[in-house]
């Protein structure tokens, strides 16, 4: 871990304090649009989903413009700026309108900020590092994940259960990130402009090769498996879990995932992407089955730790495959690509998961989940023997 360079550790804490913030407000909000303003799980699933989405398809485009001008850091700062920026609006609002909104800017700032800092992680780490260095990265930002909803828990007891308060304590992390983005994160050298400059075109997909292609098919069936975690939040709500804990779902299930993000990442480097991979569909598939027959707090917990496992075998890794197989300067349109047919089929099957818990109540959803992670298992080693045969 010692060999992973500076700006990596600056990066991943960035993320963490981020994180803090969103979690924060991710914890609470699927319940409080639910319970409190009474929004169906469709409709759940169609803002959670449509939030995701936007975050991915604005990566494609500040994706293109790191790689075209070849400044990375400003991009991330105007992403993680804006978020920090739209963060008062959660405890200000008083309609699920307010909430969409907020939500989806709050995304779109993510989205400025995502596919430039993946691509500086890939430019300042060595081949060999690549897989330690997306995992020690996604498990700072994961830690924050976990660390966010255990102070919502906190902040709940101190202020019984008044959620605005809450949302707005969540601002203060978000500044923070954005500080030490500014201060303590030196642009890498960029290694060189494309002579073609990349854009939305055959020329440009051409450029990023087979390999990338295959495994951004790979990411797309990876999200079709999945959908939203509010989801698991509702669950663990429906079995009995108070609205004060809650956000325990998201520390249980964010702790499984930083805990085995780095050193899974770090095992990647020396055995290889595949057999992980594998493992965290078989992951995902076991976790939907427990979810699906959950009638307890006990077995929903179990199944959200599993889901975390699940996070944790396969995000870093695919970001590491794609820095494997993009071109060194396209790297920031290969994960901005990635990322929008990521977020598409995320924005499907969260909004088809939403649909199924209406029509058919949760087992269903989860169930179906379990089913589309089988078909994802049969094709998946197909997949990753012809899209990168030396791993």
């Known amino acids: 871990m010692q060999k992973i360079p500076r700006g990596v550790w600056v990066l991943g804490f960035v993320s963490l304090f981020m994180d803090v913030s969103s979690e924060m407000i991710h914890a609470l909000l699927p319940v409080f649009l639910v319970g409190s303003l009474g929004v169906s799980a469709m409709l759940l699933g169609l803002i959670e989903g449509m939030a995701e989405a936007t975050a991915q398809i604005m990566k494609?485009?500040?994706?293109?413009?790191?790689?075209?001008?070849?400044?990375?850091?400003?991009?991330?700062?105007?992403?993680?700026?804006?978020?920090?920026?739209?963060?008062?609006?959660?405890?200000?609002?008083?309609?699920?309108?307010?909430?969409?909104?907020?939500?989806?800017?709050?995304?779109?700032?993510?989205?400025?900020?995502?596919?430039?800092?993946?691509?500086?992680?890939?430019?300042?780490?060595?081949?060999?590092?690549?897989?330690?260095?997306?995992?020690?990265?996604?498990?700072?930002?994961?830690?924050?994940?976990?660390?966010?909803?255990?102070?919502?828990?906190?902040?709940?007891?101190i202020y019984v259960d008044n959620v605005r308060a809450v949302l707005w304590f969540a601002c203060v992390p978000a500044l923070l990130a954005v500080g030490i983005l500014a201060l303590g994160?030196?642009?890498?050298?960029?290694?060189?402009?494309?002579?073609?400059?990349?854009?939305?075109?055959?020329?440009?997909?051409?450029?990023?090769?087979?390999?990338?292609?295959?495994?951004?098919?790979?990411?797309?069936?990876?999200?079709?498996?999945?959908?939203?975690?509010?989801?698991?939040?509702?669950?663990?709500?429906?079995?009995?879990?108070?609205?004060?804990?809650?956000?325990?779902?998201?520390?249980?299930?964010?702790?499984?995932?930083?805990?085995?993000?780095?050193?899974?990442?770090?095992?990647?480097?020396?055995?290889?992407r595949r057999g992980l991979l594998v493992l965290g569909l078989a992951a995902l598939s076991t976790a939907d089955v427990v979810l699906g027959f959950s009638s307890s707090i006990e077995t929903v917990f179990a199944g959200v730790a599993l889901w975390g496992l699940h996070m944790g075998l396969t995000q870093g890794l695919l970001s590491a495959l794609v820095a494997d197989t993009a071109p060194t300067e396209l790297r920031g349109t290969a994960f901005g690509i990635f990322s929008l047919v990521s977020g598409v089929i995320l924005l499907i099957a969260s909004v088809l998961a939403g649909v199924?818990?209406?029509?058919?109540?949760?087992?269903?959803?989860?169930?179906?989940?379990?089913?589309?992670?089988?078909?994802?298992?049969l094709l998946m080693p197909l997949l990753l023997t012809k899209a990168h045969p030396s791993k």
Do not use: C
């Open 356 to 377: 199924l818990w209406d029509i058919e109540g949760s087992k269903a959803t989860f169930i179906t989940g379990a089913g589309f992670t089988a078909l994802a298992l």
């Open 185 to 272: 994160v030196q642009e890498p050298r960029h290694q060189g402009l494309p002579s073609q400059k990349p854009g939305l075109n055959l020329a440009t997909a051409k450029l990023l090769g087979t390999n990338f292609w295959l495994v951004t098919l790979m990411g797309a069936i990876f999200m079709l498996a999945r959908f939203s975690e509010a989801f698991l939040i509702i669950k663990a709500s429906e079995v009995g879990l108070s609205t004060r804990y809650v956000p325990l779902v998201l520390v249980v299930m964010s702790l499984v995932y930083s805990l085995t993000s780095y050193p899974i990442g770090a095992l990647s480097d020396r055995i290889g």
């Open 60 to 157: 494609v485009f500040s994706g293109l413009v790191s790689d075209r001008f070849g400044n990375r850091k400003i991009l991330a700062l105007a992403g993680y700026g804006l978020a920090a920026l739209v963060k008062p609006l959660f405890p200000l609002a008083d309609a699920a309108l307010t909430v969409f909104i907020a939500r989806i800017a709050d995304r779109i700032g993510k989205g400025i900020r995502g596919a430039p800092r993946d691509a500086m992680v890939a430019d300042i780490t060595p081949a060999e590092l690549r897989g330690a260095a997306f995992g020690l990265r996604q498990s700072l930002d994961t830690v924050g994940a976990f660390m966010g909803p255990l102070l919502a828990v906190g902040l709940m007891f």
